[in-house]
């Protein structure tokens, strides 16, 4: 048997009989002809009033709203000034404050203005995870700052050295940690990168230990070396009495002895201390009779005949 293929006829477009469109055309016309202008204008007119009373009521809310956040503020500001906390986190707290009060002020307005604030914050919430996975190192700093400002290893006006830069703590950003060098550099470090680095802090003490190494020439007196250079210090009020300074013979090298001083003294007059003593020590010391090592190697002949 040969097989059988079904065929159908294609189908006509659907036409809408003449009657029917001049009746709908004729409908048209006699709306159009019998519309009164003065309705027309009347409605325009009371959705553009509704419109107006509308933006003004949003101008309103936005500008009352900005005060209050100001207000706001300021009382935040004045509340952790009263209560001593710390400048890092209190800026932090501010700033966070201000801009949740003022997304929320932003519904608000739009709200007023007739706008689906519930689908605004779902495509919101779908840019804000778009945003977030593009902006992953981002997040980790943020992330990072918020670590830094709990565990507090350092605080605005610490000087640290981190990441292989050390300076003064100016700023503490949602972001990055800005420090200042003593030549007066500005450097951001990430905050994710210096919260899990170590982190030398020399603020957090209010004292601090000076150390000198000094190379004496074999032959010398060590112990009048000592006396005489607790002598130059027994009269600084700089270096504290407790603990002592301490002078010691650390080390016996090829061509001198090595002497090690250390003394403690204020956190803030450390490198004044260090400095004015390191000319100290190459002046007086000489003048009492000692001699600074410097590498040498003595040669000796021998004439056989």
């Not at 325009?44 to 100001?70: D, H, M, N, S, T």
Request: proline share 4%; with cysteine.
């Amino acid at each position: 048997m040969m097989p059988c293929f079904l065929q159908t006829e294609p189908t006509a477009p659907l036409m809408v009989p003449d009657s029917i469109q001049k009746e709908q055309f004729h409908r048209a016309y006699e709306m159009l002809v019998n519309l009164d202008f003065s309705e027309v204008m009347s409605g325009f007119l009371e959705e553009a009033i509704w419109v107006l009373v509308k933006l003004v009521v949003a101008l309103c809310f936005y500008f009352v709203g900005r005060w209050l956040i100001r207000r706001v503020v300021r009382l935040l500001d004045r509340t952790f000034e009263r209560r001593q906390l710390d400048v890092s986190l209190r800026s932090f707290i501010r700033n966070t404050a201000a801009v949740v009060l003022t997304l929320v002020l932003v519904l608000i307005v739009v709200q007023t203005l007739g706008v689906n604030v519930t689908s605004l914050i779902a495509i919101f919430s779908a840019a804000t995870l778009a945003i977030g996975m593009a902006l992953s190192g981002t997040a980790q700093n943020f992330a990072g700052g918020v670590m830094i400002l709990m565990v507090k290893p350092y605080r605005v006006g610490d000087y640290i050295t981190a990441q292989g830069q050390s300076g003064t703590v100016q700023e503490i950003k949602l972001f990055s940690t800005v420090i200042t060098t003593v030549d007066n550099r500005t450097i951001y470090i990430p905050n994710n990168v210096i919260a899990t680095a170590i982190i030398d802090n020399y603020s957090t003490a209010p004292t601090r230990r000076v150390d000198w190494t000094l190379s004496l020439a074999y032959g010398d007196d060590f112990e009048a070396a000592r006396q005489t250079i607790l002598r130059l210090m027994e009269e600084d009020e700089r270096i504290l009495k407790e603990p002592a300074p301490v002078v010691w013979l650390t080390t016996l090298a090829e061509s001198a002895i090595t002497v090690s001083v250390r003394v403690w003294t204020g956190n803030s007059e450390l490198w004044d201390v260090y400095f004015e003593y390191n000319e100290l020590f190459y002046k007086e010391l000489p003048k009492a009779g000692f001699h600074f090592a410097y590498p040498q190697m003595d040669i000796h002949i021998k004439n056989e005949k």
